[in-house]
């Protein structure tokens, strides 16, 4: 039975609208779909990606996730307070605009309106950090926002899935260690040790994480993250026993 798969969102919904209906128009509507993490941050609506989610599982969809680095920051966020992540080497923060967490914020409640945080602010905090009489009504604010359905959906999401001739993860893998020695941020941040090993994995390593202009396959993995966050299309792709295809406008492409 052919499995699509999806990469890196980033609240961009009009993006995730135009693939579901290239995969229901070359599979049908109870298609099976794994999402490779990255929901939310910088696109405008990370709250109905989410909601998109959760009402096609209630509808009794045949989906599944796995979570990427921006879900595990929003995450934190909500349940901690916290803003920096070690492997984010310029030291931004959650809020900056490079990373997008004023995006997914704002999506979910006035951000602009109730704290003067628009684009500009959101940088300046990005870099120095969330004035300490802002930051605790801020944080109450976010965790009243988000429903908790939403909140369960980002805690619950695995870090990877077992496919047999694939295993799905957001970042990728350390080369040579098996799955359950994995830590978990190898599989939501690594890129340049993973993507230059090219021995076999015992499995196609399906990711996303690190963009490129169209899905790349490789003889040890795929890489499925287009660049949405930055604008660009979100491709879904389409595995089966006839080989791996991008799903265009036109129908499939094979990789």
């Known amino acids: 039975m052919p499995l699509y798969a999806l990469g890196d969102i980033h609240g961009q919904l009009g993006q995730l609208e135009q693939a579901l209906d290239r995969i229901a128009r070359d599979g049908g509507g109870d298609a099976p779909v794994v ?21 096609g599982l209630a509808g009794g969809r045949d989906w599944s996730f796995v979570k990427g680095n921006h879900d595990r920051m929003f995450e934190r966020f909500l349940t901690e307070g916290i803003l920096s992540d070690d492997q984010i080497k310029s030291g931004k923060l959650y809020l900056h605009p490079n990373l997008g967490g004023a995006a997914t914020l704002q999506s979910y409640f006035d951000l602009a309106g109730a704290f003067g945080i628009d684009e500009e602010t959101a940088a300046r905090f990005g870099v120095e950090g969330v004035p300490g009489d802002i930051l605790p009504d801020l944080i109450a604010a ?4 988000v429903p908790e359905s939403h909140k369960a959906f980002l805690r619950d999401l695995p870090l990877w899935l077992d ?3 694939q295993i799905f993860v957001h970042a990728g893998i350390r080369p040579g260690l098996p799955m359950g020695y994995q830590q978990e941020d190898d599989l939501l941040w690594i890129r340049h040790e993973f993507h230059r090993d090219t021995r076999d994995h015992g499995a196609l390593i399906v990711h996303g994480h690190t963009p490129v202009d169209w899905p790349e396959l490789h003889l040890n993995r795929l890489n499925l993250d287009t660049g949405a966050g ?26």
């Not at 999402?35 to 939310?40: A, K, N, Q, T």
């Not at 910088?42 to 989610?53: C, H, L, N």
């Open 35 to 55: 999402f490779l993490g990255d929901f939310v941050d910088r696109g405008a609506d990370s709250r109905a990606v989410i909601e998109t989610f959760l009402a």
């Open 163 to 165: 496919r047999g001739p």
């Open 230 to 255: 930055y604008g660009r299309e979100l491709v879904p792709v389409v595995l089966d026993g006839d080989g791996i295809f991008a799903l265009t406008a036109r129908g499939r492409a094979r990789l």
């Open 142 to 145: 976010a965790r009243e926002a």
